[in-house]
């Protein structure tokens, strides 16, 4: 009896051993992703400017830009008002404003675009005016709404929708795989819907992390989280049951860090700063502070991006449709699906 039982019983453990696989690389990726996107944040060519046309305006931002060693991009604005429309345009991250003859030195800086930006600017500038003998005053020009006092509510907010666009990926490919590439297109397209009014919810009545814009940062929303899902049923196809590793490299690991919802490029490593021109969480996380924040200034731009990261999955899917329609079916199916619901017990929040 006992002899009979072990092939089976080696076989199971060789079964348990191979799904053991998958979480382990997730927790390999997720150091790897978090703590070199997170772990040393340090300003690079981080945009600031001193504020005045003079002679001792320019040797003042010579000589912090000196100091800083790379840190800091130092500039000069002509006035106070044209650091506040550098700093609604993010071409810059903070402005200085010497001070003198009785006035005391003032910082402006817009806390809407990050809130880990403005407190680096903050401590740099700090030190500055203590050289001049003089407290700082710190302005935000650009606050937060009321219910997102650091900004990275916005942030969480990409979190739930990408996790409920990627675990939606498991389901659709997993209990769906039986169905033919058009219907599974036409739910994710339905469940993007429902992922993206949920995140309006959140993000409007629920948690008040806007105070307008709604309409936009839903619709936003509806397209990166079809973007997501998108590329996910367009990859299932080929990658099986390791379609919840794959999605989770491009849409947690990769995407998370290189967001901007927590340190700005400019206070990271040059691959997570790359990652952030193109990268579609990036574009949902600027596009909504464009939106939201800084009168659209850039909004365009965001919005392609997200548009691009859709066509590439809608493409990625009819293609995964044609090459699931060459393959011979028959009896094979309901085993395949069988095989595939094991990715639903796969799938983590993260």
């Known amino acids: 009896m006992s002899s009979a039982s072990a092939p089976g019983r080696s076989a199971a453990?060789?079964?348990?051993?191979?799904?053991?696989?998958t979480p382990l690389l997730?927790?390999?990726g997720m150091g790897l992703a978090y703590l070199g996107a997170f772990a040393?944040?340090?300003p690079h060519d981080l945009p600031v400017a001193v504020v005045g046309s003079g002679a001792s305006a320019r040797d003042l931002a010579r000589t912090i830009e000196d100091k800083a060693g790379g840190d800091l991009a130092v500039r000069t604005v002509a006035d106070r008002g044209e650091a506040v429309e550098r700093l609604k345009g993010q071409d810059i991250y903070g402005a200085y404003l010497p001070g003198g003859?009785?006035?005391?030195?003032?910082?402006?800086?817009a806390s809407a675009g990050s809130d880990t930006s403005a407190a680096v600017v903050e401590k740099v500038f700090t030190k500055v005016a203590a050289r001049q003998g003089?407290?700082?005053?710190v302005s935000d020009v650009v606050p937060t709404a009321g219910g997102d006092p650091t900004g990275q509510g916005l942030f969480f907010l990409l979190v739930a929708l990408s996790i409920g666009s990627y675990a939606s990926v498991a389901v659709l490919g997993g209990a769906g795989a039986v169905l033919p590439m058009r219907l599974r297109a036409l739910l994710a397209a339905a469940t993007s819907l429902v992922v993206s009014v949920i995140g309006a919810l959140f993000a409007g009545p629920v948690f008040h992390l806007v105070d307008h814009g709604l309409w936009g940062v839903w619709g936003l929303g509806w397209l990166y989280s079809a973007g997501i899902l998108f590329v996910g049923i367009g990859l299932?196809?080929?990658?099986?049951?390791?379609?919840t590793l794959g999605v989770m490299v491009l849409f947690v690991m990769l995407n998370f860090t290189s967001s901007g919802g927590i340190f700005r490029p400019e206070l990271q490593n040059g691959f997570f700063a790359a990652l952030h021109t193109f990268w579609n969480g990036a574009g949902f996380m600027e596009g909504t502070r464009s939106l939201v924040y800084f009168d659209s200034a850039g909004l365009s731009g965001h919005v392609w991006r997200l548009v691009l990261?859709?066509?590439?999955?809608?493409a990625l899917a009819v293609i995964a449709g044609a090459v699931e329609a060459g393959r011979s079916t028959g009896a094979a199916a309901p085993v395949e699906a069988d095989e595939e619901e094991e990715e639903l017990e796969e799938a983590v929040g993260v």
């Open 13 to 21: 453990l060789r079964h348990v051993l191979t799904h053991l696989l």
């Open 101 to 109: 003859h009785g006035e005391a030195p003032e910082l402006l800086v």
């Open 40 to 42: 040393d944040p340090s």
């Open 236 to 243: 299932h196809p080929f990658l099986k049951r390791w379609t």
């Open 26 to 28: 997730m927790c390999i």
């Open 134 to 137: 003089a407290p700082l005053e």
């Open 309 to 314: 990261w859709l066509v590439a999955g809608a």
